[in-house]
């Protein structure tokens, strides 16, 4: 996300900073370590990493205001995935050693974080 010509930031940017900070802070309260935020390559943006005990989770937050154009789960295709996982493996390159992972899903809709554990499954595992 760029920021608008003024420097300052859009709302659409202000509701995803956030979402992300509640899907964080949510986390933290599940007893998970949040251990990068926003970490942008050039496939995408993973919005949250963070370890469930010896499990690496990257995290995809959705926030979509109620009575809008479906639920914030549906958002995420099959494409956005791919983005996802591919970005995933450029963290993972990023390590002396590769920890057990799995793709999560924040949502907010509206109400309290809806968590949605390994809500996907990527072709390399």
Do not use: H
Request: proline share 4%; glycine share 8%; net charge positive.
């Amino acid at each position: 996300m760029s920021a608008a010509p003024s420097g300052r930031r859009t709302a659409a940017q202000e509701t995803g900073s956030s979402a992300e900070e509640q899907a964080a802070m949510f986390l933290v309260e599940q007893g998970l370590d949040i251990v990068a935020r926003n970490f942008r390559t050039r496939f995408g943006e993973i919005d949250l990493v963070a370890r469930d005990r010896a499990t690496l989770v990257f995290v995809e937050v959705r926030s979509r205001a109620p009575g809008g154009f479906g639920d914030a789960a549906s958002s995420i295709t099959a494409a956005k995935q791919r983005r996802i996982a591919s970005a995933a493996r450029l963290y993972l390159s990023t390590l002396t050693r590769e920890p057990p992972c799995r793709f999560d899903v924040i949502t907010l809709d509206g109400g309290a974080p809806v968590w949605l554990r390994a809500a996907f499954e990527t072709a390399a595992g």
